[in-house]
């Protein structure tokens, strides 16, 4: 018994340590071939996306070829491109159907001497043509032998010509040590060979490999497939390393490493749940505590989550929503069709972030607008769960759009009847003149009745003139008229020409004030002005206005107002109110649109600002240049 115990003590441990060696061994073999194998995948996968885009590239100038977009020295210049893009490309033609017909358009300056077109056979060539007539698209033909060494071709079809093609010649010596990694082949011997195993090109950078760990993956490239051959240049393991630290170090600690271990285990997963814990009672108060209706939705429509915002603002509560799919009970139900529309549209993924309006119903029926934030909602891995919604109730931001629109069409209306009391005095002698005349015309018509003998033909001419006469007053109340009242604002395409000269009469009341000019310019064939007539009608008033009041204190012979309509920019129209008075200071200028600031000492200084509002209300611009003398307002409106 005193011997055998030792000689089973011996086996065992001598059975431990050649378990280990061997277990230590496959492990490392495994390793390295795992590192090998992912290794190979990787250059597999680069050289690949470089092949595919190289085909790409050239397609890419064949399309643009087939359609006529290319000049010959684009053609060139950008072949030239495709060639200093990678050393592997040594040469492209145009070839015709057949390879009858052939014309260099690039290669590469390095290879003088050489003609790797002619290297190619011919039946390598026709065959890719055919494959990429078939396809569409640039294919790759099998490899070849060349005096200088293993090439390649590509393909490209120029469509609309189908006896056309692109075809590019590689060196793949070349194609290996530029795709290949310089570190890769350091430690490598890289091979790429055909389906047969014909070995083509080789890059054994540091030598040649050990044949301890090697691996061959297909390398699938359009047209074509080759074969990559990785052999590393790593020996087999050094086993008495491991059997120091895989024997000593490890059946020594491996009972107290693992108690540790899961000590530690356990601990981080206690931490763990309580932080998941926190993270989740954090986000429900933030959602609890958002002011704005929060609402998530999975890939399938149905409501995931809601905050207490978004179920006050429906009236409904959190359970009446949660696992709720469309139709939604917060839709208005005659607009339902146009709610499923954008619920399709947003989970198909074509929705944008931009907000967007709609109505909802509250439980009592109430209907109220809102804008909608639509957003992706992702896990912790970046996929797409569902979509995140943030909702705003714009019932308070609909009143107040409301209460701003009534006020100022209040503060036009009340601009216009400033207008009108500041030209009364004119209005009156315009009036007078023709009321005067009336009064004459009827008072000697009466005369010639009371004198008798009076004739159709001599009462005639002086009724007709009287008729003009109240014609003409007519006129002047009527555009009064139709300048004060309130009323609805009414867009139709408006003649810049008619424009001007309905204003015409008014203007000629404010300028006999001053005794200053009125020159009235319109270049024929100007673009409509689509908008609302009393409203730009206002805004010239209020600019001439402006203009004539500018030039009160300089000389008589300067008071000439130039009111002129012109073609804009992209086809519109500009009218532009000029004045030869003393000009607008710098302080002044910075200020100038500004709501309530005025130079006069009666004005509210709105004048401007009224202005510009109804200018961009048009969807046009007001803007002001400073002149030699005086100052020019100008008008931009668009075409319509």
């Known amino acids: 018994m005193r011997w055998w115990i030792p000689g089973v003590i011996v086996v065992l441990l001598l059975g431990a340590t050649s378990f280990l060696l061997t277990l230590s061994d496959l492990h490392e073999r495994a390793e390295a071939g795992n590192q090998l194998v992912a290794d190979s995948l990787w250059v597999r996968q680069s050289l690949t996306f470089q092949l595919e885009r190289e085909a790409e590239a050239l397609q890419l100038i064949a399309s643009d070829l087939a359609a006529g977009n290319l000049t010959r020295?684009?053609?060139?210049?950008?072949?030239?491109?495709?060639?200093?893009?990678?050393?592997?490309?040594?040469?492209?033609?145009?070839?015709?159907?057949?390879?009858?017909?052939?014309?260099?358009?690039?290669?590469?300056?390095?290879?003088?001497?050489?003609?790797?077109?002619?290297?190619?056979?011919?039946?390598?060539?026709?065959?890719?043509?055919?494959?990429?007539?078939?396809?569409?698209?640039?294919?790759?033909?099998?490899?070849?032998?060349?005096?200088?060494?293993?090439?390649?071709?590509?393909?490209?079809?120029?469509?609309?010509?189908?006896?056309?093609?692109?075809?590019?010649?590689?060196?793949?010596?070349?194609?290996?040590?530029?795709?290949?990694?310089w570190s890769f082949a350091q430690s490598h011997e890289v091979t790429l060979s055909d389906v047969t195993g014909t070995v083509h090109a080789r890059r054994a950078s540091a030598g040649r490999g050990r044949g301890v760990y090697t691996h061959q993956t297909p390398l699938e490239i359009p047209g074509t497939t080759l074969v990559l051959g990785t052999d590393s240049l790593r020996g087999p393991p050094d086993w008495i390393t491991n059997v120091i630290r895989g024997g000593t170090v490890a059946l020594a600690f491996l009972l107290f490493w693992s108690l540790w271990a899961l000590w530690r285990d356990v601990q981080r997963r206690v931490a763990a749940e309580h932080r998941l814990r926190e993270e989740v009672a954090f986000r429900r108060a933030m959602g609890d505590s958002a002011v704005i209706g929060l609402r998530a939705r999975d890939l399938d429509g149905r409501v995931t989550f809601v905050n207490p915002a978004f179920c006050h603002m429906v009236g409904l509560p959190e359970e009446a929503l949660v696992?709720?799919?469309?139709?939604?009970?917060?839709?208005?139900?005659?607009?339902?069709?146009?709610?499923?529309?954008?619920?399709?549209?947003?989970?198909?993924?074509?929705?944008?972030?931009?907000?967007?309006e709609t109505e909802f119903r509250r439980a009592g029926g109430e209907r109220f607008p809102v804008v909608i934030y639509d957003a992706p909602l992702r896990d912790a891995d970046g996929r797409q769960t569902g979509w995140m919604s943030s909702i705003l109730d714009a019932t308070?931001?609909?009143?107040?759009?409301?209460?701003?629109?009534?006020?100022?069409?209040?503060?036009?209306?009340?601009?216009?009847?400033?207008?009108?009391?500041?030209?009364?005095?004119?209005?009156?002698?315009?009036?007078?003149?023709?009321?005067?005349?009336?009064?004459?015309?009827?008072?000697?018509?009466?005369?010639?009745?009371?004198?008798?003998?009076?004739?159709?033909?001599?009462l005639g001419p002086a009724l007709a003139k009287a008729s003009q006469q109240a014609q003409r007053a007519g006129q002047v109340i009527r555009r009064v008229h139709e300048f004060v009242r309130k009323r609805e604002p009414q867009r139709v395409a408006l003649d810049a020409g008619r424009l001007l000269e309905e204003c015409r009469a008014l203007v000629e009341l404010q300028?006999?004030?001053?005794?200053?000019?009125?020159?009235?310019?319109?270049?024929?064939?100007?673009?409509?002005?689509?908008?609302?007539?009393?409203?730009?009608?206002?805004?010239?008033l209020n600019l001439t206005r402006n203009a004539i009041e500018a030039m009160a204190e300089v000389d008589p012979g300067r008071r000439v107002l130039a009111i002129a309509a012109r073609r804009g920019e992209a086809g519109g129209t500009r009218i532009s109110v000029r004045d030869r008075g003393t000009g607008i200071p710098d302080a002044v200028a910075e200020q100038l649109f500004s709501p309530f600031f005025t130079t006069k000492a009666e004005g509210m200084g709105m004048g401007l600002s009224i202005c510009r509002s109804i200018v961009e209300a048009h969807g046009g611009k007001l803007a002001f240049e400073r002149c030699d003398l005086g100052t020019a307002f100008h008008m931009q409106f668009p075409p319509p």
């Open 511 to 540: 300028a006999r004030r001053t005794g200053a000019h009125i020159s009235v310019e319109v270049e024929p064939g100007l673009a409509p002005i689509v908008g609302d007539a009393v409203m730009l009608e206002q805004v010239i």
């Open 73 to 181: 020295g684009a053609l060139e210049a950008q072949l030239q491109v495709f060639l200093r893009r990678g050393r592997e490309s040594l040469v492209v033609a145009l070839m015709g159907q057949g390879t009858q017909s052939s014309e260099i358009l690039a290669r590469d300056a390095s290879i003088s001497g050489m003609d790797p077109l002619g290297a190619a056979p011919s039946a390598t060539i026709e065959a890719a043509m055919a494959k990429a007539l078939r396809s569409g698209e640039a294919v790759f033909g099998p490899p070849f032998a060349a005096p200088w060494g293993a090439g390649l071709v590509l393909v490209a079809p120029v469509k609309g010509e189908a006896q056309a093609f692109l075809v590019a010649v590689y060196w793949l010596e070349r194609a290996l040590d530029g795709m290949v990694p």
């Open 396 to 458: 308070e931001e609909k009143n107040a759009e409301e209460r701003e629109r009534l006020q100022q069409e209040r503060l036009q209306t009340a601009a216009r009847l400033t207008t009108m009391g500041e030209m009364a005095s004119s209005l009156a002698h315009e009036l007078n003149q023709p009321l005067g005349a009336i009064a004459s015309y009827l008072a000697g018509s009466i005369n010639l009745i009371e004198r008798g003998g009076a004739s159709a033909e001599d």
């Open 323 to 356: 696992g709720h799919g469309p139709p939604m009970p917060y839709w208005i139900p005659e607009r339902a069709d146009e709610y499923q529309r954008r619920v399709d549209h947003v989970l198909s993924g074509q929705a944008s972030t931009a907000p967007f």
